[in-house]
Structures are given as structure tokens and as C-alpha cells.
């Protein structure tokens, strides 16, 4: 049962409460990207990029921040030195 709780942190190379502040970030920035997007919707000339400008930064951070860590499925090749 416990597992549950640290095998997804572990595979990013987080702890539980390191994952959860993470996680409580970016949930964060997308409730205040996506109220952005409902006050542009009764207002179009405000917050006229905040929603995507939101979308690019937090795929940055998740995506070409990631960090790959080999797992049991994918083992890791060695590279030679030099090669």
C-alpha cells in the first residue's frame, strides 16, 4: 500500500513531499493560467497571452526539463568512454 505513494515520485527522482510540491506548483499555475483564460473570454483585450504563455512554461518545465532515469523495463546501455 505504501508504494502507491512513492513509486511515481521514485521514478522522477522525488520524494513523496518533493513530488507533491511540484505537483501543488503546477496545478497552481494552471488554475491561475486557466482564470486568466475564462477573464479573456468576457474580456478579449485582457490577459491576452497569459493561458498559452501558461501552457509553454509548464511544458518546458515537464517536458524538455524531464530527466530520463532508466528503468527495469529499459535498461540503461553502457557507453565507452570516448565513443
Not at 513531499?17 to 475564462?38: D, E, I, N, P, T
Not at 512554461?57 to 515537464?62: C, D, P, Q, V
Amino acid at each position: 500500500m505504501f508504494r502507491r505513494f512513492t513509486d511515481h515520485p521514485a521514478k522522477v527522482d522525488e520524494t513523496y513531499f518533493q513530488h507533491m510540491g511540484v505537483a501543488f506548483g503546477f496545478g497552481g499555475r494552471m488554475l491561475l493560467g486557466s482564470l486568466a483564460c475564462f477573464v479573456h473570454g468576457f474580456f478579449p483585450w485582457l490577459c491576452l497571452t497569459r493561458g498559452s504563455d501558461t501552457v509553454r512554461t509548464l511544458h518546458h518545465r515537464m517536458v524538455t526539463h524531464r530527466v530520463a532515469r532508466p528503468t527495469e523495463s529499459a535498461p540503461a546501455t553502457a557507453v565507452a568512454a570516448g565513443d
